[in-house]
């Protein structure tokens, strides 16, 4: 058995117990704490996947010596507040996408990590999913060809009740740092960060963006036509098309399990990917491996990734116009 790796969970909501569900799978992973604002719930929680220790606050949690890591899976706004707290209690922190709300809370977050000397990573698992490794692979071998354009979505049906997370401004709603946020990651690995964003979006009520349309241009004239929407349950693939062929990243294609390779003139070919458990696995992994020789960040997602997704984010948001209290 590995050397074991002690996580700590804040916030036991929807993506943490699947994240719990894979931290499972992992050898030698260990539940050590659950923390939520309810005792209750972080024991039932905790019940469910055989947590060491439940807490019924988060300041708790990261007191606890026993703690080697926390996953911070807490809506967008409090990722950074809660990433400070893990951090300047000396914890290691896997942190849930968007990573801050914009690019001064990465920069902070990530200047605290560094000061401390503490393991951070976006917990942005796309980027461990062997499907996307696949994808490199095919790109980085030249089967494609050169990149000359990405065509990429990812939209679904939200709960538009206000009082939850993908309606609600004052938790980070709105369909661009939701889920926009894989094509946009999907364009940045792909192409580098664009010269120039065109973009527009649709906002709610409550005045949020639910649908945000992309269009970013780079300086060799690539293109990345990308869309997010939570009002419409859009294909959710991404197509990469080269001089030489294309790849269709098949739904939901930020962790894709099927590829089609279309060289152009001939017949296009189905390459399965499986991925382990509900995907999180392979981030899990990332992160015991990175904790376990002392790397203070990820080289497959490393810090100036994140940090480069933020900024996007933050340049597209200026574009269309939407702007959150973290902003002022
Ligand atoms: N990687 C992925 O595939 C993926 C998928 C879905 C979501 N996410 C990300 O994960 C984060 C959480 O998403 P989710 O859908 O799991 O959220 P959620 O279930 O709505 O909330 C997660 C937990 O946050 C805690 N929380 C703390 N303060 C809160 C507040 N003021 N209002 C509501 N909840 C609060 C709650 O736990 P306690 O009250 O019990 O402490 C809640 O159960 C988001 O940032 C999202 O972008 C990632």
Not at 26 to 38: E, F, I, N, T, W
Not at 102 to 126: C, G, H, S, Y
Not at 233 to 253: C, D, V, Y
């Amino acid at each position: 058995m590995s050397t074991p790796v002690r996580w700590g969970i804040i916030g036991p909501g929807n993506i943490a117990r699947k994240f719990a569900e894979d931290l499972e799978l992992a050898d030698g992973a260990v539940l050590q704490a659950v923390s939520s604002r309810d005792a209750k719930r972080a024991k039932a929680f905790g019940k469910d996947f055989g947590a060491v220790s439940t807490y019924g606050s988060y300041e708790a949690l990261v007191k606890d010596p026993e703690v080697d890591i926390v996953y911070i899976a807490t809506p967008h706004v409090f990722h950074y507040p809660h990433a400070m707290l893990c951090l300047q209690h000396g914890k290691a922190v896997l942190c849930e996408k968007p990573f801050g709300m914009n690019a001064a809370e990465v920069e902070a977050m990530l200047t605290e990590a560094k000061a401390r000397d503490v393991f951070i990573m976006e917990a942005f698992w796309t980027r461990f999913i062997p499907g996307i490794q696949k994808m490199l692979d095919l790109i980085q071998a030249d089967t494609i060809g050169e990149i000359e354009y990405l065509r990429a979505d990812f939209g679904f049906i939200g709960e538009t009740d206000p009082k939850k997370r993908v309606y609600n401004k004052a938790l980070g709603g709105g369909s661009l740092l939701d889920v926009g946020i894989y094509p946009v990651y999907l364009a940045l690995l792909l192409m580098g960060a664009p010269e120039k964003i065109e973009a527009s979006a649709l906002f709610s009520s409550t005045g949020v963006d639910t649908h945000c349309a992309m269009l970013f241009n780079y300086a060799k004239g690539q293109k990345s036509i990308l869309e997010s929407s939570v009002i419409a349950n859009t294909p959710t693939e991404a197509l990469i098309f080269g001089t030489k062929g294309m790849l269709k990243l098949h739904h939901s294609f930020h962790h894709t399990q099927k590829i089609t390779l279309e060289l152009y003139g001939k017949q296009p070919e189905s390459i399965e990917v499986k991925y382990k458990g509900n995907g999180y696995y392979h981030e899990i992994v990332e992160a015991m491996e990175c904790l376990r020789s002392g790397k203070k960040e990820s080289a497959a997602l490393p810090q100036r990734m994140s940090l480069d997704l933020i900024k996007t984010l933050d340049r597209v948001r200026q574009e269309v116009g939407l702007v959150y209290a973290q902003d002022q």
